[in-house]
């Protein structure tokens, strides 16, 4: 039901310019999860994965053995139960050796291991790239390698959003700060065989009009071209929207395009989780700030028709904090096939602790889109504070966390929505 790359339509963007509100609609929302016990990790802030067999994979800000946070996998019901049963699958335990305070989503790769980063921790506190090996026997621990600590030099330093797998292969993020000119980095980590991987910088943003402190989670298409967001930089230092370009001929520059500089409030600032892409090649994201009230906004930016020329960004919705939620903050998007969008706003709604929020397109010869608030958090006992956004399982169902909130500790909750 859910793709992030694909839509079977395309849409005029140019056209629109505002957005209808609907009242809460009656999708299926419940919490599968509380943390309650802090030993086994609290307040996540990330994205989640899904492997094949339904089960979730995430981090744990907080929490664990020393407070530093953990890796859980939440295995669904079986059986004919109804509980949904974690796992912790790690606990960062050492701040030099293993980095700490996980604020990013894991990836998984096809033999089910498990790949993510660190802000923080490592040799120099500027965080780490990590592996959790599949236990090859069942019972056995995982295994935590360390694969990478960031120096806070050329090679960046707090990486904060999720790494992705290229069609290479390789693993590709962004690191928020550090680089040639401090204001962040994208990079590659290839296999270089007995485990070990290498890194190679592919652009370091200079905080100018080409964009500072990348924080976004790439995003590719079918030619290898990446996507992203930058949160500042550009011509007002409001960020960016940004392509790079691989290597041609051989070459060994990646070549970096500004698609959109955010120049004007209203149109969004801080663009801080990146892009998703359809079909048609547009991208969509969220920003943190700005828009027309204020509390953030929809973009979408699109290629030229005649493929040459500016790209254009349209405004899909302004939030206005109450009842339609504000700040979406780290919210990616999730899109699926009829076109629709759907992600969380860390706050506003009619309770102000955060919503999860649709987003359709306009139905022909209309040109608004409209946003349905599918359920506003209370806190207790489902949560507050949706930081991460949406991710989309193969049961046709959409799961997030939330930072605060649950039934104990206020320590956070995973939750289910079935639009």
């Given at each position: ?13 140019a ?16 919490v ?5 016990d802090?030993r ?14 339904g ?32 796992t ?5 335990t ?6 700490i ?5 894991v ?13 923080e ?40 959003g999720?790494l ?7 693993l ?49 298409d ?6 992203g ?15 790079l370009?691989?290597?041609?001929n ?10 959109h ?39 979408e ?24 939620g ?32 649709k ?6 010869g ?5 946003e ?48």
């Amino acid at each position: 039901m859910f793709t992030s790359k694909a839509r079977l339509f395309g849409v005029c963007a140019a056209l629109l310019a505002s957005t209808a509100v609907m009242p809460a609609a009656a999708a299926s929302f419940k919490v599968i999860h509380s943390f309650v016990d802090v030993r086994k990790g609290a307040r996540p802030e990330a994205p989640l994965a899904s492997d094949s067999s339904g089960a979730l994979y995430g981090t744990t800000y907080t929490g664990a053995a020393n407070g530093n946070g953990t890796v859980f996998k939440l295995t669904p019901p079986v059986n004919g139960s109804k509980k949904w049963v974690e796992t912790v699958l790690h606990h960062f335990t050492d701040n030099v050796k293993n980095g700490i305070l996980p604020e990013n989503g894991v990836v998984l790769d096809s033999q089910g291991n498990i790949f993510g980063e660190t802000t923080e921790g490592g040799i120099s506190d500027s965080g780490t790239v990590f592996e959790l090996l599949r236990p090859t026997t069942q019972g056995d621990p995982w295994k935590a390698v360390v694969l990478h600590r960031f120096t806070g030099g050329k090679d960046g330093s707090a990486p904060h959003g999720t790494l992705v797998f290229g069609a290479d292969g390789n693993l590709y993020g962004t690191a928020g700060f550090g680089g040639k000119h401090g204001a962040g980095v994208v990079f590659r980590f290839s296999p270089n065989g007995a485990g070990a991987w290498k890194e190679t910088v592919l652009y370091d943003f200079a905080n100018d009009a080409n964009g500072a402190y990348p924080y976004c989670t790439p995003v590719f298409d079918a030619a290898g071209n990446l996507y992203g967001t930058t949160l500042n930089g550009g011509n007002a230092g409001n960020g960016v929207v940004f392509q790079l370009s691989p290597p041609a001929n051989g070459g060994s520059q990646w070549t970096e395009t500004v698609l959109h500089s955010f120049d004007d409030a209203d149109d969004g600032v801080e663009p801080r989780t990146g892009v998703v892409r359809d079909a048609a090649g547009n991208l969509y994201g969220t920003t943190e700030t700005g828009g027309s009230a204020g509390y953030g906004a929809v973009f979408e930016v699109s290629p030229p028709a005649g493929g040459s020329g500016p790209w254009t960004e349209t405004v899909l919705h302004n939030f206005a904090f109450s009842p339609d939620g504000g700040t979406p903050d780290y919210s990616n998007l999730v899109l699926d096939q009829a076109g629709n969008l759907y992600g969380t706003t860390q706050t506003g709604g009619t309770l102000h602790n955060g919503v999860v929020f649709k987003l359709a397109p306009p139905a022909q010869g209309e040109q608004t889109w409209t946003e349905t608030v599918l359920h506003t958090f209370a806190g207790s006992p489902d949560g507050s504070q949706p930081e991460a956004g949406l991710t989309a399982a193969a049961d046709g169902s959409l799961y997030g966390t939330t930072f605060f909130g649950g039934t104990g500790n206020d320590s956070g909750t995973v939750f289910r929505v079935t639009p």
